[in-house]
């Protein structure tokens, strides 16, 4: 199949991780959604060849990275490269923290992006600009 729909409900419940990639049938990268109880202390990790992008879907991420210390919330960005300790955590006390995590390697593919309506190639050029 060439696409797959679900959303993290569908996916499972409570804390923890769920699978996004194993259940949408990604391929080309990996990625999982993390859901922490409030105060929740992430974990401090690396890896070998994956970098990550994380995105804070809702409540307040502690980001600890290379002596810095972060907050981000609803719609913050953190990419680390792979082999840089990292770690996560659930910044709120009586909010859920809900993350979705990207992760690959072998860099970018360079734009390749097509219209299959030639009316839409105006419109794309103007859209946020």
């Given at each position: 199949?060439?696409?797959n729909?679900g959303s993290l409900d569908?996916l499972?419940?409570g804390?923890g991780?769920r699978?996004?990639?194993?259940e ?5 990268f ?7 109880p409030p105060?929740?202390l992430g974990?401090h990790?690396y890896h070998?060849?994956?970098?990550e992008?994380?995105f804070?879907h809702?409540g307040?991420?502690r980001?600890?990275?290379e002596?810095?210390?972060r907050?981000?919330?609803p719609?913050?960005l ?9 770690r ?11 993350l979705?995590?990207v992760?690959?390697k ?5 734009r ?6 030639e009316?839409d190639i105006?419109?794309?050029a103007g859209f946020?600009?």
């Open positions: 199949m060439s696409h729909f569908e499972g419940e804390y991780f699978k996004v990639r194993r949408l049938g990604v391929t080309a990996g990625v999982n959604a993390v859901v922490m105060g929740y974990f990790h070998d060849t994956q970098d992008l994380y804070v809702s307040s991420a980001v600890e990275v002596g810095e210390e907050i981000l919330g719609g913050g953190f990419h680390v490269e792979a082999t840089t300790p990292r996560v955590s659930n910044a709120s006390e009586t909010e859920d923290l809900v979705l995590v992760g690959g072998d860099g970018y593919v360079e390749d992006g097509h219209m299959v309506d009316a105006a419109r794309r946020g600009s």
